[in-house]
């Protein structure tokens, strides 16, 4: 099992920066892959971002390309997102996950989902 928290969500203006924080509890946290995920309402979970096991590789979907950043730190068994640039259309539950399957954008191919953090932008 793992236990995951994020933390760090909020309404800020467009145009501003958030950094969310997802910390793991439980199995050796830096065995999986680690993924971000949003959803907005009435629509589906979307992917954000994916970091490798070690952190050297990112992968980032192409909405966010260029103001989101994923980062790791497997001493603090913690991921983040760096926001920047934010827009309207980023307002979402951000979620985090452990990467179980093969896939970076399909939700079904990960697990142990964190109970998410509210951002909002406004315009």
């Known amino acids: 099992q793992v236990q995951l928290v994020e933390s760090g969500g909020g309404l800020v203006q467009a145009g501003g920066s958030l950094r969310l924080s997802c910390a793991a509890s439980?199995?050796?946290?830096?065995?999986?892959?680690m993924g971000w995920f949003r959803q907005a309402p009435g629509k589906e979970r979307e992917f954000v971002a994916v970091i490798s096991r070690s952190g050297g590789t990112t992968y980032n979907a192409g909405s966010v390309k260029g103001r989101f950043a994923i980062s790791r730190d497997n001493a603090k068994n913690t991921v983040y997102l760096q926001m920047n640039s934010l827009k309207p259309e980023d307002t979402a539950v951000y979620y985090c996950?452990?990467?179980?399957?093969?896939?970076?954008?399909?939700?079904?191919?990960?697990?142990?989902w964190g109970q998410g953090t509210q951002v909002t932008v406004s315009s």
């Open positions: 996950a452990v990467r179980i399957g093969n896939s970076n954008y399909d939700p079904n191919e990960y697990n142990y």
């Open positions: 439980g199995r050796t946290f830096n065995n999986y892959a």
